[in-house]
């Protein structure tokens, strides 16, 4: 296989299983009839970790970037290859672009169709697309910006600190680094911190023939989009001169 392909079948597969996971804990928490209906929120930051560790796994060949602030943090910073044997040019950053908002959507159909039955048996369109996407506990454009921007600032500082550093702890250090995050700042806009795993997500909720789903809240959905983008800007920025 090429490289194009390699990226496109191992980001795929790793962020759809990264998004399968995710929506599913909170899938699980809100809707009807599940086990874990009513749980507490720290289930969902643990579910979200846990969902990053797995994908990290299946993505690891490709340096399981699973989200576009970073793969554009890596694209500004001095490296040149994304991951061994896979140059930084225009083909192989489209491709990993691609990939993860392909497999945002695949997670997110996956997960669909896993609580098919919950989905048609809850009423509230709007606990439906929280499974999906984010939304701002306050609706304030400008502060909702925020917090997405200081939120992928911290998760792209981080993880740039992790590669310096000999731990070696790898996924499970980046997946304790997303609970922190959501545990600490996930209260604000539900912490998307990922542009493809909020934008394929809503996407899939547009699309999919949800019972009662109710709107898919385009106005807010560049929120998860431009606020990572400039928090990964500004963490690779100051990261690699810290």
């Keep these: 296989m090429n490289i194009l392909g390699t990226i496109l079948l191992h980001e795929t597969a790793g962020t759809a299983f990264l998004t399968l996971l995710g929506c599913g804990v909170v899938a699980n928490v809100l809707l009807n009839k599940t086990n874990g209906n ?4 720290i289930v969902i930051f643990f579910g979200w970790g846990l969902a990053v560790f797995c994908g990290v796994y ?11 602030a970073v793969t554009l943090a890596l694209l500004i910073g001095p490296a040149e290859e994304y991951a061994s044997g896979i140059p930084i040019n225009i083909a192989t950053t489209l491709a990993y672009f691609v990939a993860e908002f ?6 997110a159909l996956a997960c669909y169709l ?11 369109g709007a606990i439906k697309l929280a499974t999906f996407s984010t939304a701002p506990t306050i609706r304030s454009y400008g502060w909702n910006l925020i917090s997405e921007i200081i939120g992928t600032f ?6 740039i600190m992790f590669g310096n550093t000999p731990s070696g702890l790898g996924p499970l250090a980046v997946a304790l680094l997303v609970v922190s995050i959501g545990a600490s700042l996930g209260g604000t806009t539900g912490y998307a911190i990922n542009p493809a795993r909020d ?4 996407i899939a909720h547009a699309v999919l023939p949800i019972k ?22 500004l963490a690779a920025l100051l990261a690699y001169v810290y």
Excluded: C
Excluded at 38 to 41: A, K, N, P, Q, R
Excluded at 114 to 124: C, F, G, I, S, V
Excluded at 212 to 227: H, T
């Design 154 to 159: 911290v998760l792209i500082f981080v993880i």
């Design 114 to 124: 896993a609580y098919k039955k919950q989905y048609d048996d809850t009423e509230d």
């Design 58 to 68: 299946v993505a690891y060949d490709t340096g399981a970037h699973l989200n576009p």
């Design 199 to 202: 934008l394929g997500p809503r």
């Design 38 to 41: 009513g749980s507490d929120g």
């Design 212 to 233: 009662n789903k109710g709107p898919s809240d385009w106005r807010y959905a560049w929120i998860p989009i431009l606020g990572p983008v400039i928090g990964s800007v």
């Design 102 to 107: 392909i497999g945002g959507f695949l997670g």
